[in-house]
């Protein structure tokens, strides 16, 4: 429950209007003099280095000055009902508390208000004003969270302060970034069912058949460290671990319209709790396109993807088919021979005109060359039988659906790789888990939101439980 604003203080709008322009040019007429006076005005390099020296304060009074002009009631504010018990109050006394945000920090003093019977104390001016309980600001956290994501954290200090003229530590920009990715959900991160249904209108508009939506499946390993690991201890021996991910995204020819990436390092079942979840959420309308599913050989992306979308198509990867094929080559023929590569190709053919049967029963006829050969003859039947409806290239081509898995591919390097796969990187699981979901929403185009309702969810009325904990979180 809001606090309820009584103020017993009179401003009218044109004395507020006035006071608070006159106060803002008594300001800059003392500031310009000092800039004047302190600074060479040499070269535009001088000019324009005096005014980003002041920017910050300049534009944080220009901020207080509007804050006095629309708020200017709840700075004078004497009385305030208590949200809790509807209780009026009075106010103890003003306290100090200094905002930073992207244009400028400043002081803010406002009326604190405090009920004993339900010892509850709250700033009306800071919920009305949707202030952050830390000194910086929401802005100035999204674009933490945004540099942090993108760039090491002693890099982002340095774009900050280049960009902005102000100053970001490391450990800041670091909690910062993790304490909104933790706050972020799948759904979070994803475009919502308006959104997607409308991509796969437009791209529907004037076909006769239902647009192909593609479900890219795979892992890539990350430097990983065991938590929790105080940073003035031994870190522990490091691992490589899986980053499981997904990509959602529609075909339209030869370009891709993508709608979704999510990565985490986690289990199957986990991964499998986020396929599901963007089903529940409407974001894969198995009604509306034609759904394929493409991955590599691994089990655990087949087993989850039975359960979740047992209609889906689903298709071998190609380049990890062709893997194995060329391994029977030159096992057989001599690497590099003629007689390997004329077999290559001739069973390339025979698999996209969906002869996978006949490519089995051909590697079931091979005599082997030597003990090497009938090793890998015997392991690439194994795998192709075992995937022997994932095998028709042919029928997969002609539907217009990928038999390629480098969209996933490229997901994985751009959202995972590009940030944690840095020269003597490695990271807890959970905090690279929070940098993946801001690189995920920012690939998915929905950054902003997410910052949105992470903002929205932290945004609670400023209460304490008594005025010594009020002085110590403004001091």
Not at 116 to 139: I, M, N, R, V, W
Not at 214 to 239: F, L, V
Request: with cysteine.
């Amino acid at each position: 429950m809001p606090a309820q604003v009584i103020p017993m203080v009179r401003i009218s709008k044109g004395e507020c209007k006035s006071d608070w322009k006159s106060h803002f040019f008594d300001f800059m007429n003392t500031r310009l003099d000092g800039m004047e006076d302190g600074c060479r005005m040499n070269s535009l390099g001088d000019i324009t280095s005096a005014i980003m020296a002041n920017r910050s304060e300049i534009l944080g009074e220009l901020a207080l000055g509007f804050v006095r002009k629309r708020f200017g009631h709840l700075l004078e504010q004497e009385y305030c009902d208590c949200p809790k018990c509807g209780k009026q109050l009075h106010t103890r006394r003003k306290h100090k508390r200094q905002l930073e945000s992207l244009i400028g920090g400043f002081v803010l003093e406002r009326p604190y208000f405090y009920c004993t019977a339900c010892e509850h104390g709250f700033y009306p001016l800071d919920e009305a004003l949707g202030l952050a309980s830390s000194a910086k600001q929401y802005d100035v956290q999204a674009l933490e969270a945004w540099l942090g994501s993108e760039m090491p954290f002693e890099t982002a200090s340095e774009a900050y302060r280049r960009c902005t003229g102000n100053t970001l530590s490391t450990h800041h920009l670091h909690d910062c970034a993790n304490r909104i990715g933790e706050s972020l959900g799948v759904l979070d991160v994803c475009p919502n069912k308006t959104e997607v249904d409308a991509a796969i209108a437009r791209l529907a508009a004037g076909k006769h058949r239902r647009p192909v939506m593609m479900i890219g499946i795979d892992g890539a390993h990350a430097p990983t460290r065991p938590e929790p690991c105080a940073r003035s201890t031994r870190r522990g021996k490091g691992e490589y671990k899986e980053v499981k991910g997904f990509r959602v995204y529609l075909i339209d020819g030869k370009r891709i319209i993508h709608l979704i990436s999510w990565h985490q390092v986690a289990t199957d079942q986990e991964l499998a709790q986020s396929l599901q979840a963007i089903k529940d959420g409407g974001l894969v309308p198995e009604n509306q396109v034609r759904l394929c599913v493409i991955g590599d050989g691994a089990p655990w992306i087949w087993n989850r993807i039975h359960e979740i979308f047992p209609s889906a198509k689903e298709v071998l990867d190609f380049y990890h088919c062709a893997e194995y094929v060329h391994a029977v080559a030159d096992a057989q023929y001599a690497k590099g021979s003629r007689k390997a590569q004329e077999w290559v190709e001739s069973t390339f053919v025979r698999l996209f005109q969906n002869g996978k049967r006949s490519v089995l029963s051909g590697l079931k006829r091979m005599r082997p060359m030597s003990a090497e050969a009938e090793k890998q003859i015997s392991t690439t039947i194994q795998y192709l039988s075992k995937h022997r409806g994932r095998l028709d290239y042919g029928t997969a081509r002609r539907g217009g659906y990928h038999i390629g898995s480098g969209a996933i591919e490229s997901a994985n390097k751009f959202v995972a790789h590009v940030r944690l796969k840095r020269s003597g990187a490695w990271w807890y699981p959970s905090k690279a888990n929070n940098i993946l979901k801001l690189r995920c929403a920012r690939a998915n185009g929905t950054f902003d939101r997410a910052v949105k309702l992470y903002e929205k969810r932290n945004a609670a009325p400023f209460a304490t439980t008594d005025k010594s904990n009020a002085a110590t979180r403004d001091g």
